[in-house]
C-alpha cells in the first residue's frame, strides 16, 4: 500500500458522506490518523461505535494539527463550522467542504478560514438516500467524480495543496475535476438539483392524491415513481439548504424546465405526436450518451425484490 496522503485529517459530520470518506480513508490508506466530530452527541456515539476514528467533544478538538479538514455538513452550516475550526487550522492545513453548492461555500468558509490556511472547497457527486454513519462505506466514491472549486489565487503553496487534495480524492478511487465555482452550481443545477427538486414536487403531490384514491397511488406505483420516491428521501436539511444557497442558478434553470413543460402540455392538449415523439427521441439520447461515457448502468433494476 502507498505513503498515506495525510498524517492527519478531521472530519466534521459523520453522516453518510462522512463516515464514507472515514472508511474510505482507512480502507485505501489515504490517512494515518482521522479524527471525528459530530454536534449531535448520539450520532457521535455511534461512530464511535462503528469505530470510524477517534471521536472528539467538539469540531475544535478534532481539527487541532490535521493536515486536511473535511467539513461534511450541510452547505447552511459552513459559516459556523468554519469558524468553529479556524483557531485550531494549523499553517499549511487545508479546509475544505463537500457540499453540492460551491460559490456560496467559499464565500461562508473564506469569511472565517485563517490566512495560514488553504480553502479548497470539494463536492464528490455521490451519494444514496440514505444517511446516518452506519449508511456509509468505503467504496462511495469509486468512479465517481469529484469537483474541486479552489480560488484563482496562482500561489504554488496553494497549487501544490490542490494536487495533495487531488490526490487524496484519487486514492479514495474518485475521478477529480477542478472547475469554477459559478460553473459548478451552474452545471449541478440541471443535473442534480432540480432533478431533486421535481422528485420532491412529484411525490408530495402523489401524497395529496392518496388519500383521495385510497392507497392505489402507493399500491401500483411504477418504476418511474419509486425512482423519484428514492430521490424525495434525501436529507431535507440539506436539500434545504442547497436550494437556499443556490437559488440563482436553479431558478434560472427552473424558467427554462417550466417552459419546456408548457411546450409538452401544449402538445398533449392539441394531440401534436409529431412534436412528442421528436422530445422523447432527443431525451433517449442523453441517455445513450450518458450510458457511453460509463456513467451508468444499463443493468435492469426495478426496485423489485426477486424471489
Given at each position: 500500500m502507498a505513503a498515506p496522503v495525510f498524517d492527519h485529517i478531521a472530519i466534521i459530520g459523520t453522516g453518510l458522506i462522512g463516515a464514507s470518506i472515514a472508511r474510505a480513508a482507512a480502507h485505501f490508506g489515504a490517512a494515518q490518523?482521522?479524527?471525528?466530530?459530530?454536534?449531535?452527541?448520539?450520532?457521535?456515539?455511534?461512530?464511535?461505535?462503528?469505530?470510524?476514528?477517534?471521536?472528539?467533544?467538539?469540531?475544535?478538538?478534532?481539527?487541532?494539527?490535521?493536515?486536511?479538514?473535511?467539513?461534511?455538513?450541510?452547505?447552511?452550516?459552513?459559516?459556523v463550522c468554519t469558524e468553529a475550526v479556524a483557531g485550531s487550522l494549523k499553517s499549511g492545513a487545508i479546509l475544505t467542504d463537500v457540499g453540492s453548492v460551491k460559490a456560496k461555500a467559499f464565500e461562508a468558509m473564506a469569511t472565517h478560514c485563517p490566512e495560514h490556511a488553504h480553502l479548497i472547497p470539494g463536492h464528490p457527486i455521490a451519494g444514496t438516500e440514505k444517511s446516518g454513519p452506519e449508511a456509509g462505506f468505503d467504496t462511495l466514491f469509486q468512479d465517481a467524480w469529484c469537483i474541486l472549486t479552489p480560488d484563482s489565487g496562482v500561489q504554488k503553496d496553494y497549487?501544490?495543496?490542490?494536487?495533495?487534495?487531488?490526490?487524496?480524492?484519487e486514492t479514495l478511487k474518485s475521478k477529480v475535476e477542478i472547475m469554477d465555482a459559478v460553473q459548478h452550481d451552474r452545471v449541478l443545477a440541471i443535473t442534480s438539483h432540480l432533478p431533486h427538486l421535481i422528485a420532491y414536487n412529484i411525490v408530495s403531490t402523489a401524497y395529496d392524491m392518496e388519500s383521495v384514491d385510497d392507497g392505489q397511488v402507493v399500491k401500483y406505483s411504477a418504476g418511474g415513481f419509486r425512482d423519484f420516491t428514492r430521490i424525495a428521501a434525501s436529507d431535507p436539511t440539506m436539500w434545504r439548504d442547497v436550494f437556499l444557497n443556490n437559488k440563482t442558478a436553479v431558478l434560472e434553470t427552473l424558467g427554462r424546465f417550466s417552459e419546456d413543460l408548457a411546450a409538452l402540455q401544449r402538445a398533449i392538449r392539441h394531440g401534436d405526436g409529431d412534436?412528442?415523439?421528436?422530445?422523447?427521441?432527443?431525451?433517449?439520447?442523453?441517455?445513450?450518451?450518458?450510458?457511453?461515457?460509463?456513467?451508468?448502468?444499463?443493468?435492469?433494476?426495478?426496485?423489485?425484490?426477486?424471489?
Open positions: 490518523r482521522i479524527t471525528l466530530f459530530d454536534k449531535d452527541e448520539e450520532v457521535a456515539k455511534r461512530a464511535g461505535a462503528l469505530e470510524l476514528g477517534e471521536v472528539c467533544r467538539s469540531a475544535a478538538e478534532a481539527a487541532k494539527g490535521a493536515d486536511c479538514v473535511i467539513l461534511c455538513v450541510p452547505v447552511g452550516a459552513l459559516g497549487v501544490d495543496k490542490i494536487a495533495e487534495l487531488s490526490r487524496f480524492w412534436t412528442l415523439f421528436e422530445e422523447f427521441t432527443r431525451a433517449r439520447g442523453i441517455r445513450k450518451a450518458i450510458l457511453e461515457a460509463g456513467e451508468d448502468s444499463d443493468t435492469v433494476n426495478f426496485g423489485r425484490h426477486t424471489k
